[in-house]
Nanobody, 117 residues
Framework: QVQLVESGGGSAQPGDSLTVSCAASGFNFRRYGLRWYRQAPGKQRELVARINSNGEVTDLADSVKGRFTISRDNAKETMYLQMNNLRPEDTAVYYC??????????WGQGIQVTVSS
């Protein structure tokens, strides 16, 4: 059974740091590209960060460059999003996604991150 389970979200104040994790099971994790998306209330889901299968190539949305870092540990089958200098506009539900060239596409259930003073 394929599972992607996010953890580590919650509430933070502007300027704080949080790390969200995505633990995977049920598929060949190391062969999948991974992404973090987020969706704020009333807005479309947007791509925040992505990382290739071996972790050597990453890409971040302009809105989070210099503040967020994506990483993965293939031995632990887990992906991370380190979020520093959080802003209120980072408030959203964060989703992890795994996809491969065969068209397999898996999603986590999402986790809330709220940034407010």
């Amino acid at each position: 059974q394929v599972q992607l389970v996010e953890s580590g979200g919650g509430s933070a104040q502007p300027g704080d740091s949080l790390t969200v994790s995505c633990a995977a099971s049920g598929f060949n994790f190391r062969r999948y590209g991974l992404r973090w998306y987020r969706q704020a209330p009333g807005k479309q889901r947007e791509l925040v960060a992505r990382i290739n299968s071996n972790g050597e190539v990453t890409d971040l949305a302009d809105s989070v460059k210099g503040r967020f870092t994506i990483s993965r540990d293939n031995a632990k089958e887990t992906m991370y999003l380190q979020m520093n200098n959080l802003r209120p506009e980072d408030t959203a539900v964060y989703y992890c996604n795994a996809a491969n060239y065969a068209g397999n596409d898996y999603w986590g259930q999402g986790i809330q991150v709220t940034v407010s003073s």
